[in-house]
């Protein structure tokens, strides 16, 4: 029988074909986010450049002075009459920064507002001390405000999370702090040399910067080990403007009596590309807070492989824990700052668990100009590029529990 020879009917069956009818998919409606703020740095990386889907969207900040485009303080959106106004615009509302502009009975309404029209509320609890803020109290005022009435809570590092619980008794979501450098951008890795580079980048002293005490402090640290005879020099950074001018001018008087060792840099507030090139050019990166909890400057020495030394303050030694990244020392001790330095910048072990009868196979330091930084770098990039898909889908879940939960509750 050829190919196309017909088949005889008495020994096929009849077929009947039934048409599949396939429904269309309706498209999912993205969640309409009030982000406060949603212009910070900080909020536009939480979302997925590359989800085609675009399951969730940042409305813009309403400007609070036209004139001013480029400030989004105070937040226009956390406001009980603004949220009445346009609360068929959106969906939920999360907070981030910015509360320090209202008082914590403004706060309230805002809550009492968003149960009335059934809208979720979603706090990022990135500080429980406010860096902007001498006085703590008021702060402390809007977390008893903010972190009881909240449908779903974040922060950034498990041991902020576990304060959160001893504190209010509730659990947060931990969601890492994304990257701070472009992740697809090649980095600077700094100006190769034999001396050991420590450097503090003061900017413009703002409230819970110590600046006077880490100064000393790093001072009398690079004398003590020259002492030993090691190569070390300290490099501090100052903003030409500054919001305490008497403790900009003792800060002067330290560093130009320490000598050679110690050298200051004064400057208009840095651009992006030149902070990056100013911290790639340490070996270790020293944090000047008196107080706080996370810090988006450990994010920005991780994303350039620069070491940090982290003051006992708040959580952002645990931002990035692994050895060689990050040592911690306590302010206006020098030995403890001198001890993190040495940390930083000998070699580290790969597996802190081998037998200790073992030589476990150690890594070189992250020096500037180095090739293994250049590669540290590389390495991080990949993580931060597969992060930003990561971060975006946790937030993702956040916003549908807690759009759930308010569903349930008025159900």
Do not use: K
Request: proline share 10%.
């Amino acid at each position: 029988m050829t190919h196309d020879a017909p088949t005889s009917p008495s020994t096929t069956a009849p077929t009947s074909v039934v048409p599949v009818v396939v429904a269309p998919v309706a498209p999912v409606a993205p969640i309409r986010v009030a982000s406060v703020p949603a212009g910070h740095p900080y909020v536009r990386s939480l979302l997925d450049p590359h989800d085609p889907a675009g399951r969730v969207v940042h409305l813009a900040d309403p400007l609070p002075d036209p004139a001013e485009p480029a400030r989004w303080w105070p937040p226009v959106v956390l406001d009980a009459d603004w949220l009445r106004a346009h609360a068929h615009e959106v969906d939920l509302l999360h907070v981030h920064f910015g509360t320090e502009s209202y008082p914590a009975e403004h706060l309230a309404a805002v809550v009492e507002t968003l149960r009335d029209l059934r809208l979720p509320l979603v706090y990022t609890v990135h500080d429980l001390t406010n860096p902007q803020l001498v006085d703590q109290a008021p702060h402390l005022e809007h977390l008893d405000v903010l972190i009881p009435a909240a449908d779903e809570l974040i922060t950034l590092t498990d041991a902020a999370a576990d304060e959160i619980e001893a504190r209010w008794g509730r659990r947060a979501t931990v969601i890492a702090h994304p990257a701070i450098a472009d992740p697809d951008a090649e980095l600077p890795v700094g100006t190769p040399g034999d001396t050991v580079v420590v450097g503090v980048h003061l900017r413009d002293l703002r409230p819970n910067v110590a600046g006077l005490e880490t100064v000393r402090t790093l001072l009398a640290a690079v004398e003590a080990l020259r002492a030993t005879g090691a190569a070390v020099e300290a490099r501090v950074d100052l903003n030409e403007r500054v919001r305490d001018p008497e403790q900009a001018d003792r800060i002067r008087e330290l560093v130009r009596a320490a000598g050679p060792s110690a050298t200051l840099a004064e400057h208009p507030r840095l651009t992006d590309p030149e902070l990056e090139r100013s911290l790639a050019d340490l070996d270790v990166s020293v944090l000047p807070y008196r107080h706080g909890t996370h810090s988006g400057w450990v994010e920005l020495c991780w994303d350039l492989a620069v070491p940090v030394a982290a003051p006992r303050v708040g959580h952002a030694a645990a931002q990035h824990p692994e050895p060689g990244t990050t040592a911690s020392f306590d302010l206006d001790d020098p030995a403890s700052l001198a001890a993190a330095v040495i940390a930083l910048v000998s070699p580290h072990a790969v597996d802190e668990t081998a037998d200790a009868h073992d030589d476990p196979a150690r890594v070189p330091a992250s020096r500037r100009g180095s090739p293994h930084r250049a590669v540290l770098q590389q390495q991080r990039r990949s993580v931060r590029r597969r992060q930003r898909h990561d971060v975006a889908a946790a937030h993702l879940a956040v916003y549908e529990r807690a759009l759930a939960t308010v569903a349930a509750v008025t159900a």
